[in-house]
């Protein structure tokens, strides 16, 4: 789109080929002459249109290298485009861009969830089915404190916080459950940062035969330091 294009940028090149600026915003993206232009733009700067198989190529490379790190979406946009740039093609469509994004993220997550899972261990998740079930007030109750925002900093904050790392250890999750992760990714939970779910399944993780599992927010209590 025209609107993308920075105006420092239209009047620097509008400099250069000495014509008016305000000339650019009569040019047209469609047509026999812009595809011209386009092939010559491509010949001259060494690019080539995308292809399907670079997205494919795009989505993997944000799903080990940028999804495990950056959560925002913007971040997350601006990374694949500077991909696209380093390997010489031009981005997709706006469109295709976000599909590719959704790809990253969501290949991302279900690989997240299922490491995580499979260092529950069958133990590990039946503790964390348990606190979820429907006559476990106790359960309920535990994860609604966890969630709970710790307040003004005073000495009653900081002794309702040792209890939350407390009443977090007797679950007995396994050490490094989240050692590998990045602490955007591994805080998410407890900052209410969206990982791609609808509100209302935040704050869950999937099991394959299971469904949703409910890990509980309140930070990883179990990364080493």
């Known amino acids: 789109m025209l609107e ?25 993206l469609v047509g026999r ?11 001259a700067l060494g690019f080539r249109p995308s292809t399907v198989a670079d997205e494919k190529a795009l989505a993997e490379c944000l799903t080990v290298e940028v999804c495990p790190v950056e959560l925002v979406e913007n971040q997350q946009r601006g990374a694949l485009l500077v991909e696209c740039r380093a390997r010489k093609i031009e981005p997709p469509g706006r469109t295709r861009v976000e599909k590719v994004l ?14 995580t899972i499979g260092r ?5 998740m039946a503790r964390l089915l348990s606190l979820v079930a429907e006559d476990n007030e106790a359960g309920t109750a535990l994860l609604a404190a966890l969630k709970r925002d710790p307040g003004a900093v005073g000495l009653d904050s900081l002794l309702a916080e040792i209890t939350k790392v407390n009443d977090v250890r007797k679950l007995g999750l396994p050490d490094g459950l ?3 992760c990045s602490e955007k990714l591994a805080g998410a939970g407890s900052q ?8 209302h399944e935040r704050g869950r ?21």
């Open 120 to 124: 529950l261990g069958e133990a590990g």
């Open 33 to 43: 002459t812009a595809e011209y232009h386009r092939k010559q733009i491509h010949e």
């Open 178 to 180: 989240f050692a590998d």
């Open 102 to 115: 959704v790809a990253a993220r969501g290949k991302r997550e279900k690989t997240f969830c299922a490491r």
């Open 205 to 225: 993780t999937y099991h394959p035969a299971r469904g949703a599992v409910f890990v509980p927010s309140g930070g990883d209590h179990r990364r080493p330091g």
């Open 192 to 199: 209410d940062v969206p990982l791609g779910l609808p509100r």
């Open 4 to 28: 993308e294009v920075p105006p420092a940028a239209v009047e620097y090149v509008a400099d250069l080929v000495r014509v008016p600026a305000t000339d650019f915003g009569k040019y047209t």
